[in-house]
């Protein structure tokens, strides 16, 4: 009788089908309908959450651009630009463009699964590609999103009530070591395979 493994051809292709619907969601909402905002299909995006330089409540600012809030407002823009508009949703972009290449790889890990090939050779590095991503995106995220706030609010009336700061993910490092921690695990096992198969 046959030993009957945890992981089978079934619950492969679930992950699969789960992983390809995150990346089509994510490709359309995170990708394609930001920049449909950007160039003019769809409402774009007219706000920014920003901080502000003290903790007191703003007058209200005549013009195209105001803030609404105390410590945490948003910078609001009533006509926004092609510019602005790609400045808003520039760092949301960035993080989403990121996560779909992930998702992406993680895809074609999958597919090593579904074809019962663990320890396949290209799975360490595409984990590897993972680990620096991961990081990557919990720091240019926030990098982005200092430098186009600072951008946006440049010459106008709310420029010195906003505080430019970035608050950098350091969740997403610790991820990445553990999905590099992970990729030392799957090229050790494709070592040892392929060491095992050279002594049949």
């Known amino acids: 009788m046959g030993s009957t493994s945890w992981w089978t051809r079934a619950d492969s292709r679930v992950l699969e089908a789960a992983i390809g619907l995150g990346l089509l969601l994510m490709g359309l909402f995170g990708v394609l309908f930001p920049i449909l905002g950007v160039t003019g299909p769809l409402p774009p995006v007219d706000t920014r959450e920003v901080r502000l330089a ?3 409540q703003l007058p209200g600012v005549p013009g195209a651009v105001a803030l609404r809030g105390t410590d945490h407002a948003e910078l609001v823009f009533a006509a926004p630009g092609f510019a602005d508009r790609l400045l808003l949703v520039l760092p949301e972009l960035v993080g989403n ?3 779909v290449a992930i ?3 993680l895809l074609q890990v999958a597919r ?3 074809d019962g090939d663990l320890f396949a050779p290209r799975n360490a590095p595409r984990l590897l590609a993972i680990a620096i991503a ?3 995106r919990g720091f240019l995220v926030p990098l982005a999103d200092m430098v186009t706030t600072d951008l946006l609010a440049a010459g106008t ?4 009530a ?4 970035a608050e950098f993910d350091l969740t997403s490092l610790f991820l990445g070591l553990l999905v590099a921690a992970a990729a030392v695990a799957f090229r050790n096992g494709a070592r040892l395979r392929a060491d095992t198969e050279g002594l049949v």
């Open 97 to 99: 463009l990121l996560l």
């Open 54 to 56: 003290d903790a007191a």
């Open 103 to 105: 998702l992406s790889i």
């Open 112 to 114: 090593t699964f579904r």
């Open 157 to 160: 009336p709310a420029e010195n």
């Open 134 to 136: 991961l990081p990557l």
């Open 162 to 165: 906003i505080r430019v700061v």
